[in-house]
């Protein structure tokens, strides 16, 4: 099957300027999620969807963040604007089994961000 | 905040050598998960293992878990230059309701051919 399909690959801005990532999630995954990780970190979650609801959106700062997942399936996460601190890989995955616990997550290449 | 704390940070091994990577956490969990991420790729899941698991195995690939101590350890056996990378561990919270899976700060390996 294919997989987490993710796009732009790279992208670079310049500060205060507006920047749009999309994924494509496995076919049939009803999970969606995006992750910031910065460099020499962890993936940390910035939200996530269980088909076009939002779960989880604790850690997204939303002064400046949004996303949607329209239909439930293609999801699209933008900044506006830009910070210098936003530089980093912003990665999607997704998973089959919803809310429970034994998840597990596929993700997608990433995408970095280089904010100058 | 990351809930599991990888260690070490960075560890540098021969080809052949066993490899030990350790995940400490702090609260009750429902199941801890490793996965293994290459340079400039997204996260692979490795192995997933269950509170009331003790130990579990795929392949080259070992996972204990010591819920009292509130650790787990994942031991790569027999190295090959091909399982440089990083590997964290994430945690699945042992609470009621939607259950948020938080990754630790990693380990990056290097093994040398």
């Known amino acids: 099957e294919a997989g987490v399909a993710q796009s732009p690959r790279y992208k670079i801005i310049e500060k205060r300027q507006s920047v749009a990532f999309w994924c494509n999630p496995i076919s049939g995954h009803a999970t969606l999620y995006w992750y910031q990780q910065i460099l020499g970190q962890g993936p940390k979650l910035l939200i996530q969807?269980?088909?076009?609801?939002?779960?989880?959106d604790s850690q997204l700062p939303k002064d400046r963040f949004s996303a949607e997942r329209l239909k439930g399936v293609d999801s699209t996460l933008k900044i506006q604007p830009a910070k210098l601190e936003d530089s980093a890989v912003y990665l999607c995955a997704s998973s089959s089994r919803g809310q429970g616990p034994f998840n597990e997550q596929f993700f997608g290449p990433g995408t970095r961000l280089t904010v100058l | 905040s990351q809930q599991g704390e990888e260690d070490p940070q960075a560890l540098s091994i021969q080809e052949g050598e066993n490899a030990t990577m350790n995940c400490s956490y702090k609260t009750s969990i429902n199941n801890l998960q490793w996965y293994r991420q290459n340079s400039g790729r997204g996260l692979v899941h490795l192995i997933l293992?269950?509170?009331?698991?003790r130990e579990k195995h795929s392949g080259r690939l070992r996972v204990t878990l010591d819920t009292s101590k509130k650790s787990s350890s994942l031991l790569i056996t027999a190295s090959r230059a091909a399982d440089t990378a990083s590997y964290f561990c994430?945690?699945?919270?042992?609470?009621?309701?939607?259950?948020?899976?938080?990754f630790g700060i990693g380990t990056k390996l290097q093994v040398i051919p």
């Open positions: 969807f269980q088909n076009n609801g939002v779960v989880d």
């Open positions: 994430a945690t699945v919270p042992n609470s009621g309701g939607y259950q948020k899976v938080t």
């Open positions: 293992i269950r509170s009331n698991e």
